[in-house]
């Protein structure tokens, strides 16, 4: 029905997110190491970009969320998982271990490829493949219940 | 603009690219979640991701091109451990259902106490890992 809608709106949400992503430096893992390493040489930059970020959608999802449907679909998708269980913290951590080694979070390292940085081409796929790899043990998991 | 007002800019915009996908589509920002849903794909749900992510990658890498010194490519830096690093971001990201922009961006947009725990878990470790690596490593 509108899926023509819903895909153009995820383009240019997207487009956004790309250009707010290399607009606040979030791409250049230097920059994101620096502000991780809050007990050696802090970089405080980017807690503008999560301040400016997590301040807006505080501001408006509230607005949203009011609407009884979104403007093109039928619902809103939002996860109703309240428990704040093992899987959440261990994969939460694990991820942060990640983050801290090289500097990449997802995002920044998708826009990487975009400029075929080589480093990119490092993170990606072993993202991928780690992604992957959740999936085959996770199913496994289920088969063994 | 100095880099405070960039990494303001670039965060109100990130803010406003969350809210634009609720909005029209009812979807979240998550990246990783993006990603994982592209890897497998459910049906009626694959069109919309792909073009977030053209989206995301085309007009973050056109903002690299383009503008002189925003991309400055680190030299050097182990290969090994961006594997190391790639392999636990992807595999922690879907176990713990979700990344910086998806706990972070939009999690705590609409104040779930659950991505509140997950970005206070990913930031201590991320924090623990980066003051390993520079300090004592």
């Known amino acids: 029905m509108s899926t023509s809608r819903i895909s153009l709106a995820a383009m240019v949400s997207g487009a956004l997110f790309g250009l707010g992503l290399a607009v606040s ?38 607005f949203v969320l009011r609407r009884p449907t979104p403007v093109f679909a039928e619902r809103f998708q939002i996860s109703d998982l309240r428990s704040i269980d093992r899987p959440l913290l261990a994969g939460a951590a694990l991820f942060g271990i990640g983050w801290g080694l090289a500097g990449y979070c997802p995002g920044p390292a998708l826009v990487g490829l975009g400029v075929l940085s080589p480093e990119a081409l490092w993170f990606v796929p072993a993202m991928v493949v780690g992604m992957l790899l959740h999936k085959l043990i996770s199913r496994r998991n289920v088969g063994a219940a | 603009m100095n880099s405070w007002m960039m990494a303001l800019a670039g965060g109100v915009l990130i803010g406003i690219a969350a809210t634009l996908l609720l909005w029209l589509t009812g979807r979240i920002a998550g990246i990783s979640g993006i990603v994982g849903g592209v ?99």
Not at chain 2, 64 to 90: D, I, T
């Open chain 1, 25 to 62: 430096g979030m791409t250049d893992p230097q920059r994101i190491l620096g502000f991780l390493d809050v007990f050696g040489d802090f970089n405080p930059t980017l807690m503008f970009v999560l301040g400016g970020a997590v301040g807006t959608t505080m501001l408006l999802f509230r």
């Open chain 2, 39 to 137: 890897l497998m794909p459910r049906s009626g749900e694959l069109a919309w991701r792909v073009a977030f992510l053209v989206g995301l990658i085309g007009a973050g890498a056109a903002y690299l091109w383009l503008v002189p010194g925003a991309y400055s490519p680190r030299q050097g830096f182990s290969p090994l451990l961006l594997v190391m690093a790639g392999v636990l971001v992807g595999f922690g990201t879907r176990m713990g259902n979700g990344c910086t922009s998806g706990h972070g961006v939009c999690g705590l947009g609409r104040l779930s106490m659950r991505s509140f725990a997950a970005v206070l878990t990913f930031m201590a470790t991320a924090i623990a890992t980066t003051y390993v690596v520079r300090h004592l490593a």
